[in-house]
T-cell receptor, first 114, second 114 residues
Framework: DAGVIQSPRHEVTEMGQEVTLRCKLISGHNSLFWYRQTMMRGLELLIY????????DSGMPEDRFSAKMPNASFSTLKIQPSEPRDSAVYFC????????????FGSGTQLSVL | AQSVAQPEDQVNVAEGNPLTVKCTYSVSGNPYLFWYVQYPNRGLQFLLK??????LVKGSYGFEAEFNKSQTSFHLKKPSALVSDSALYFCAVRDYSGTYKYIFGTGTRLKVLA
């Protein structure tokens, strides 16, 4: 298995543009987490899905952020419009449904909003 | 609400010396506790977890962690540090009695000096 796959690895965009980050889960995993990492705030949980259903989106900072799971193996995180303060590394991670299981992380998307 | 605290931003240790990276947690029920490591430009990787049973948990790369319920701590340890252990370490807690949110601490940078 190739692991959790995120694309793109790097994204540079201008303020106001729409940004879409993509994540492919490991086959057989049905829990999906989106995190944002910055020096100032560390690793923040943005949203958590289980079986394609959003369970907790309390970490999504604003309405400019939205996340979807159109199918069991794929998720997108969209920022529209983007702002410079959205610059961060965005990680997705997946696991099986069992609550004692570890997370498998993707390599992250480095987002820079100019 | 559940939370994790890593009181040290950075820990420096000489190669060959024992190392400890501290973590305390707060959950409403019994916790599932995890340690992850992050190398530069990579996603987080699982090191070890405590679910139940023996308070001393052994994990990857010679690391171990001790669960202390009375002190609500889960410190990461290694008897003899290697330069290659230098990385960013994250403690995490998952509250299985609620929404199964996976919450990470702010991270501790470990520097092992040759």
């Amino acid at each position: 298995d190739a692991g959790v796959i995120q694309s793109p690895r790097h994204e540079v965009t201008e303020m106001g543009q729409e940004v879409t980050l993509r994540c492919k889960l490991i086959s057989g995993h049905n829990s999906l987490f989106w995190y944002r990492q910055t020096m100032m705030r560390g690793l923040e949980l943005l949203i958590y899905f289980n079986n394609n259903v959003p369970i907790d989106d309390s970490g999504m900072p604003e309405d400019r952020f939205s996340a979807k799971m159109p199918n069991a193996s794929f998720s997108t995180l969209k920022i529209q419009p983007s702002e410079p303060r959205d610059s961060a590394v965005y990680f997705c991670a997946s696991s099986t449904d069992s609550s004692n299981e570890k997370l498998f992380f993707g390599s992250g998307t480095q987002l820079s909003v100019l | 609400a559940q939370s994790v605290a890593q009181p040290e931003d950075q820990v420096n240790v000489a190669e060959g010396n024992p190392l400890t990276v501290k973590c305390t947690y707060s959950v409403s029920g019994n916790p599932y506790l995890f340690w992850y490591v992050q190398y530069p430009n990579r996603g987080l990787q699982f090191l070890l977890k405590y679910i139940t049973g023996d308070n001393l948990v052994k994990g990857s790369y010679g690391f171990e962690a001790e669960f202390n319920k009375s002190q609500t701590s889960f410190h990461l340890k290694k008897p003899s540090a290697l330069v290659s252990d230098s990385a960013l370490y994250f403690c995490a807690v998952r509250d299985y009695s609620g929404t199964y949110k996976y919450i990470f601490g702010t991270g501790t940078r470990l520097k092992v000096l040759a």
